[in-house]
């Protein structure tokens, strides 16, 4: 949900940002800026990819999130 919540607040500042930022020359400011707004938002995909990617490994944890499964709520824990 964090991540939803991260793009739709992309979505709606981008505009914005190409009006006021991408025109701009670059300065330390601007740097700063691009810096602390895109890696927030692709430093998420390397996190993604390790535990989403498929693999035939056997000793892979696999990490599975749940709402409601059973009487126990939260993270269970196979290994392969």
């Known amino acids: 949900m964090g991540v939803g919540i991260l793009l739709y607040d ?12 991408w025109s701009a020359r670059l300065n330390w400011a601007l740097a700063l800026f691009y810096l602390n707004r895109y890696l927030a938002l692709f430093g998420h995909v390397p ?4 535990y989403f990617w498929s693999t035939s490994d056997p ?3 696999e990490v599975s999130f749940s709402r409601l499964e ?4 939260g993270v269970r824990w196979r290994w392969y």
């Open 10 to 21: 992309y979505c709606l500042t981008f505009v914005a940002e190409v009006e006021r930022c």
């Open 59 to 61: 000793h892979k944890l």
């Open 70 to 73: 059973g009487p126990e709520v």
């Open 47 to 50: 996190v993604m990819i390790k």
